[in-house]
């Protein structure tokens, strides 16, 4: 049992709060990602979790024992750094049982945990080199390998992806995702990349200036997210938001934008919405439909910039008196031209509004 | 065109280069194979008597040159100096490798500790050790004499050691410094994690890493200390723990000196560290040039 619980922890850098109040509970066998912008937290997070860094408040435990002050090595955990952090000086092998051999573990048994480990890899043809020698895919497994030698019972990744290119970083994800299913390990892992928390982590947390903003499973955090802050870093291209004012007609409410169009609520949503008040409208590209003629609850824009991806379109429509573009996905190569006029159309059961404060209002009671 | 120029500038600064740095080496050589009536004379030919290597038999038999048994010859030119080399050589290359030693023994571990430790008082004592060589020697050679008179070292090569190590240290240590803090800090994180004490993150991951540089820094401790002259001479004393630089001064001193003994003694001096430069550069090099390699 590898279960991960920590319960108000902080970190703090001198006068800096690095983390703040962090609650989390973490089942054994789960994969949790944490994400969030530079600088939010997460690192430390893990590195508190790993013993490299100290706790400055709070309790954690691993397996249900208090670990805060449990040298590092002695907690059942195996951590994969960003820049791999091989010893350049040592071979694959040597690198992949150094864990190991500084245990006190007899050379056969290193050696056949290491072949064990290279074997789930594939890096058996790999072992007599030196990490110089590797190719960044190649280090990146090595890295993993090593941490899979110690037998943890919490795998911890520190953006373990981001040094490689976009081709090969797709291909170490599935990876990861099947080594998740075959070890049979708590994963916790760290990434800025929303598209890794998106398809790696059965939960995600979302984290921001030291605490964390929501965590939940990624469907859960992408549909229903607490925030605005939550609701931008999650999904690609991101959530379209724009200032709208709620506004009564014939008993339901509305949004109003800057130029006079108006767009219907959906009654749940309709019933949490106050008249009068500034709201921000939140759509993701998916939910917007286009279309070159006007309808009911249409909103009117001009074309300002189309990018064909092949499987799909971003278009990117200026509404009047909005500072940003919204951005529309559509399937396919459709042909759009710039500078056209459209109309838009926002999916109801999709729209998610925000109040001053950046809060999501969640559907009343209709 | 323009290759072509680039290519004969280089050609001819590197020939510059060599000039003046295997120039003298070779030049010392020559001196040293040549007697001095025929290196003298413009009228004798070195090609009508060939090479003759006496002088380096004197240097290490003691058996007087035939030219100077000529008549006419002038037999004080050779001076006894001469004959301290040998011993001097093997003075100065104990000298010189235990103040390498000491210097890899003592630099290495402090240089590591200023690179990845925060202790009260770190930035000062870097400080200190780093600027102390500003201290002119000669300011020092009074109060490190009575020092090392007080503590019984004077006339034996240990205190010359002592010196030496000191002298050279600061650079040891902040060339270490340096390279200690570019090895990134995930390197030692990660050998925590695989359960290495501080001490064994030294010795299993700092230290195999450092090796070219420590083999640079050594090696520069070495020439340092074998080129050394003011401690040498004040604190060698007698002829049986002379360092070469001593007595190769006192050789050059001597105005009436053989020019050919002279440079006997200049080109046998030059040979430990040429045998150490040979024998360590390759390895720095090559260390160097894995690790400019990106890992």
């Known amino acids: 049992m590898a279960s991960v619980e920590l319960s108000g922890v902080c970190k703090n850098f001198g006068a800096v709060e690095a983390v703040c109040d962090v609650s989390l509970s973490i089942k054994d066998r789960e994969f949790v990602v944490f994400v969030g912008p530079s600088g939010c937290g997460k690192s430390t997070l893990l590195r508190m979790i790993a013993g490299l860094e100290e706790i400055t408040s709070g309790e954690l435990r691993i397996g249900g024992k208090r670990m805060n002050d449990v040298p590092a090595a002695d907690r059942g955990i195996a951590m994969v750094f960003q820049s791999y952090a091989l010893y350049p000086h040592m071979t694959v092998a040597e690198n992949m049982g150094f864990g190991l051999k500084m245990s006190g573990v007899p050379k056969e048994e290193v050696r056949a945990k290491v072949a064990q480990a290279a074997a789930v890899l594939q890096i058996e043809e790999l072992l007599d080199r030196k990490p110089r020698a590797l190719s960044g895919g190649q280090r990146q497994r090595v890295a993993i390998g090593r941490a899979i030698t110690r037998n943890p019972g919490v795998f911890l990744f520190d953006e373990p992806l981001s040094n490689l290119d976009a081709g090969l970083r797709a291909q170490m994800r599935i990876e990861i995702a099947r080594l998740h299913a075959e070890l049979d390990a708590t994963m916790i892992y760290v990434t800025h990349d929303q598209v890794e928390a998106m398809t790696l982590a059965d939960r995600i947390v979302v984290m921001n200036k030291g605490r964390v903003e929501q965590q939940g499973s990624p469907l859960d955090l992408y549909e229903r997210p607490d925030n605005m802050f939550v609701a931008s870093f999650l999904g690609q291209p991101r959530i379209n938001f724009i200032q709208v004012r709620a506004e009564s007609r014939e008993g339901m409410a509305v949004l109003r934008l800057g130029a006079g169009d108006q767009v219907p609520l959906p009654p749940a949503l309709s019933a949490a919405v106050e008249p009068g008040a500034a709201l921000t409208l939140g759509i993701r590209p998916d939910a917007v439909g286009l279309s070159g003629e006007a309808a009911d609850g249409s909103v009117a824009g001009s074309i300002e910039l189309v990018e064909h991806l092949g499987s799909e379109t971003l278009i990117h429509v200026r509404l009047p008196e909005m500072v940003g573009l919204t951005t529309v996905t559509m399937p396919g190569k459709g042909r759009v031209e710039r500078g056209a006029a459209c109309w838009l159309t926002f999916d109801p059961e999709q729209i998610l509004l925000f109040d001053a404060g950046g809060t999501r209002l969640k559907p009343g009671a209709a | ?295």
């Not at chain 2, 006894?80 to 040998?86: E, G, K, L, M, T």
């Open chain 2, 1 to 295: 065109m323009a290759r072509r120029g680039s290519r004969l500038s280089t050609a001819l600064i590197a020939g510059l280069i060599l000039l003046f740095t295997g120039g003298p080496v070779l030049l010392a050589f020559y001196g040293s194979v040549v007697p001095d009536r025929i290196l003298l004379d413009p009228n004798i030919s070195i090609l009508d008597h060939g090479l003759s290597f006496e002088t380096y038999r004197y240097v290490f038999t003691g058996e007087l040159p035939a030219s100077y048994l000529l008549e006419g010859a002038n037999r004080s030119m050779i001076s006894d100096a001469a004959r301290q080399v040998p011993q001097s050589l093997w003075n100065s290359t104990r000298i010189a490798l235990a103040a390498m030693a000491l210097n890899i023994l003592l630099g290495a571990p402090a240089a590591y500790v200023f690179a990845r430790y925060a202790f009260p008082g770190k930035k000062a004592s870097f400080m200190f050790i780093i600027l102390s060589p500003l201290v002119p020697t000669t300011a020092l050679v009074v109060p490190i004499y009575m020092l090392m008179q007080s503590l019984g070292l004077i006339g034996s090569i240990y205190g010359i050691i002592l010196v030496h190590t000191a002298q050279a240290l600061p650079f040891t240590v902040l060339i270490l410094s340096v390279f200690f803090r570019k090895i990134p800090a995930e390197l030692f994180e990660a050998a925590v994690l695989d359960r290495c004490t501080g001490l064994q993150g030294f010795l299993r991951i700092a230290l195999p890493l450092a090796l070219p540089s420590i083999g640079a820094t050594g090696l520069f401790a070495f020439m340092l200390s074998y080129s050394e002259y003011i401690f040498s001479l004040v604190l060698s004393g007698e002829a049986r723990s002379r360092p070469v630089s001593v007595v190769m001064a006192a050789l050059a001193r001597n105005t009436d000196v053989s020019w050919s003994l002279l440079n006997t003694s200049i080109f046998i001096a030059i040979i430990p560290s040429l045998v150490l430069v040979v024998l360590v550069w390759r390895f720095v090099v090559e260390g160097l040039l894995a690790g400019s390699v990106k890992g």
